[in-house]
């Protein structure tokens, strides 16, 4: 049930890009407002995690779903009775709020419930579960844009008859972390990231901010550079686009599986600068095939990446730090994927689509190349999964051994794993 909120949460928030070019002509307004109405979900998810990201370790994880599904629901009947660009302001925040409040205390779950001999399926899942979501929800609305003249009021009524289901299956899910009546959950802007995994989480944020800038560029400003740019009449080229990154990212975070962090980031990266060697190209040429070609090569590097860098961070927290480590990685995730496109929404009436467009591409292939270098120059290692079993490799095998033996000296609490948690 986790796995499917996931991917549900996820389609929610691409299914309103596809319906950007006709919500433009319907009331009228530019590409700036285009991407304020994009970056504003990102306020509200972003606020969401700052505020409630670690509350999962302290309430649980169910009432916090529930209570992030409730919301889902409603930005969803936002959207199916919106009439204007307020109604897209308001519908986008309150989405951004539901998908902040939940990611964290999803992934965090889905980690939980992980079988001791596959510890990495939780991150896996979570992974290719967004990709999936955002790559589904892209190419049906991307093929309803084309084919029926108010695809939102198909769209929307079914999301929120799901998120109502959902919030009902939810409330019968077993909870996976015992609330703790001795400390009470403080509503106060703070995402901690323990010392424990602080080394694991500051060597993922090149690699994280690459991935997610791109994700950036295709959900708000892909449908408009299709038409406007690359000359696509069609309404469900855009969507298709969408669909074909986040479909390759799905695939990436699979492969991502069979390598060690270090190869799946190295590779990632690779493949994360040359798919914006190719969009580059596309928008140069102009050529939609290069275009989505550049689109399939730079979706494999972002689940490459991604997944690789989930799994990396996930074996270095405990039950009582998961969800607030996951929720610092969806701040810095969700900043990069909004940041760059609010400011090339600003950029645009000034320089052109596609000046804007090659300045933003030119912006994620700097930064996929230091991912690059970075994965290069880090030591090999970590675990390469074979079906059910985890090798150790090189370096990491003596690592943990010798973190074994330290535990074995250390008082219980803190960050490190304890007789209490499940350590990965």
């Not at 899942?125 to 093929?143: I, K």
Request: glycine share 12%.
């Amino acid at each position: 049930m986790l796995t499917v909120t996931t991917v549900v949460l996820m389609a929610a928030a691409s299914a309103p890009s596809p319906i950007y070019p006709l919500y433009r002509r319907r009331w009228d307004f530019s590409v700036t407002l285009l991407t304020v109405v994009f970056a504003v979900y990102v306020v509200g998810l972003l606020g969401a995690l700052l505020l409630l990201g670690p509350v999962s370790d302290r309430l649980g994880r169910r009432p916090v779903l529930l209570a992030a599904l409730l919301l889902a629901t409603a930005s969803t009947a936002i959207f199916w009775t919106a009439g204007g660009v307020l109604s897209l302001v308001v519908a986008r925040t309150v989405q951004g709020l539901a998908t902040g409040t939940a990611v964290g205390a999803l992934a965090a779950g889905l980690v939980d419930l992980s079988p001791s001999q596959r510890p990495h399926a939780g991150t896996t899942v979570t992974a290719v579960g967004t990709s999936v979501g955002l790559a589904a929800s892209a190419a049906v609305v991307g093929l309803l844009v084309e084919s029926v003249a108010h695809p939102d009021t198909c769209v929307f009524p079914v999301l929120t008859c799901v998120f109502l289901l959902l919030t009902v299956a939810v409330w019968y899910i077993p909870e996976t972390a015992a609330p703790a009546p001795d400390a009470p959950p403080r509503f106060r802007p703070s995402v901690r990231v323990p010392p424990g995994s602080r080394h694991r989480f500051l060597a993922a944020v090149p690699a994280l901010v690459a991935g997610w800038s791109v994700t950036g560029l295709f959900l708000a400003l892909t449908p408009s550079v299709v038409t406007g740019v690359l000359h696509v009449r069609r309404g469900a080229a855009g969507g298709m686009d969408i669909a074909a990154l986040f479909l390759a990212g799905g695939l990436g975070g699979m492969w991502s599986a069979r390598h060690t962090v270090r190869r799946a980031t190295l590779l990632g990266g690779a493949l994360l600068t040359l798919g914006s060697a190719g969009l580059a190209v596309a928008i140069t040429l102009p050529s939609p095939y290069v275009y989505a070609c550049g689109a399939v090569v730079a979706g494999l590097g972002v689940g490459l990446t991604y997944n690789g860098n989930l799994r990396a961070i996930g074996e270095v927290t405990t039950a009582q730090s998961r969800s607030g480590v996951f929720s610092a990685v969806y701040v810095v995730s969700y900043a990069a994927l909004s940041l760059p496109a609010l400011a090339a929404g600003f950029l645009t009436p000034v320089w052109g689509l596609r000046t804007t467009s090659l300045v933003y591409v030119a912006f994620v292939g700097s930064l996929s190349l230091i991912t690059l270098v970075h994965a290069a120059g880090s030591p090999a290692g970590g675990h390469v999964h074979r079906g059910t079993s985890t090798v150790p490799t090189g370096r990491t095998a003596a690592t943990k051994r010798t973190k074994r033996a330290d535990v074995c000296h250390s008082p219980s609490g803190g960050d490190g794993p304890t007789s209490g948690s499940r350590g990965h």
